[in-house]
């Protein structure tokens, strides 16, 4: 997928460009342009790694495709006992989906993931939501085990796919705002004062035009990261999987690739991020856009709403049995002659 070039486990250049940066240690990984979808240079860019919390991107556009960003979130004693890093939700405390969405994605909230997919429906629907989403762009290399990108059974994605993923999303301005704000004041209750959220993101602060992105890290999913950049309008991104933190940190890994793809000549590719869903692209996908057909109305009522669409069917269905019986007797009547 992507072209063919892409299918190679190495590194893949095009001619006559620089020879990449060699303080990256990710086994693999991805530049392209956010705008073309350009595949400028990648390494085994469709092989499976652990995504880590760099997979939130799914859960954040399943939340803002499907939630009210203003609607409150009562806290919950199971969100506090998400495992990993949290930004403070908890029994007692009231939050909009928009900071649960800057807590997952500015410091990668666990507990703003648990919250989020209790409002998609549950941890199993939200899953099969997010996997849903995953296929609709292309995702063929990901299967998504926790919200959180915490490593479970099965888990997994490739950087070709997080690219698919992360373009999709810095084509939405909630998305796009969210992850270049630095900090954000987030609530807190009771005996809990708010306090200043901080980006983890330090490609924020030390690259000119980063446009954000966002950090990983488990055990089995090493360094991951996604980061982002304009320069003189051209918007390049780099991503990586299965890193450590040598030679250099995962930022200044991601910047050394940006800096790589910012020297090609521009229209340089190697491969191409193909494009979403058009249902995804157009937003025909977004509940808030369908309307419910008449198979649904009733169930979507009220009792007192839906008992006069229960009372007309019935009559309409009695009307109909009628019709046929009469039908019956007449086609038999002239049968007998």
Same mark, same amino acid.
């Given at each position: ?22 303080? =990256? ?36 556009? !399943? ?6 960003? *203003? ?20 029994? +007692? ?7 649960? #969405? ?46 959180? +990108? ?15 993923? %992360? ?16 900090? %954000? ?15 983890? *993101?330090?490609?924020?602060?030390? %690259? ?14 090493? @360094? ?5 950049? *304009? ?21 200044? @890994? ?6 790589? +793809? ?10 191409? #991020? ?13 509940? !808030? ?19 006069? =669409? ?13 019709? #046929? ?10 049968? @007998?002659?």
């Amino acid at each position: 997928m992507g072209g063919n070039a892409l299918a190679g486990c190495g590194i893949i250049t095009a001619p006559d460009t620089p020879p990449v940066p060699g303080d =990256v240690s990710a086994e693999a990984w991805l530049v392209a342009d956010l705008d073309s979808g350009a595949v400028i240079a990648a390494r085994d860019p469709h092989g499976r790694h652990r995504p880590a919390s760099i997979i939130k991107v799914l859960v954040a556009m !399943a939340a803002i495709n499907e939630l009210n960003l *203003n609607k409150s979130v009562a806290g919950t004693d199971d969100d506090a006992a998400a495992e990993g890093t949290k930004v403070g939700v908890d029994a +007692g405390g009231t939050y909009t989906v928009n900071q649960l #969405l800057h807590g997952l994605l500015m410091h990668s909230g666990n507990d703003a993931a648990h919250a989020l997919a209790r409002q998609l429906g549950g941890m199993q629907m939200a899953l099969e939501k997010i996997n849903v989403l995953a296929a609709k762009l292309g995702g063929r290399d990901t299967r998504v085990a926790t919200p959180s +990108g915490l490593d479970g059974p099965g888990m997994s994605t490739s950087a070709y796919d997080i690219g698919l993923f %992360y373009r999709y999303a810095w084509r939405n301005p909630t998305f796009a705002d969210i992850v270049a704000t630095r900090s %954000y004041d987030f609530p807190g209750h009771g005996d809990h004062p708010g306090y200043e959220l901080e980006n983890d *993101n330090q490609l924020l602060y030390h %690259y000119p035009g980063a446009l954000g992105g966002k950090t990983g890290y488990t055990d089995d999913a090493g @360094q991951t990261f996604v980061g982002a950049a *304009n320069r003189n309008g051209r918007r390049l991104m780099a991503v990586l999987l299965h890193g450590t933190r040598q030679p250099i940190a995962p930022w200044e @890994q991601a910047a050394h690739l940006l800096d790589y +793809g910012f020297s090609t000549p521009a229209g340089t590719q190697v491969g191409s #991020l193909i494009e979403p869903d058009p249902a995804l692209a157009s937003g025909k996908d977004k509940p !808030a856009n369908r309307q419910p057909d008449a198979s649904q109305a009733a169930g979507l009522m009220s009792d007192a709403e839906a008992l006069p =669409v229960r009372v007309g069917v019935a009559v309409l269905g009695a009307v109909v049995v009628f019709g #046929l019986i009469l039908v019956a007797r007449s086609m038999n009547s002239r049968a @007998q002659h």
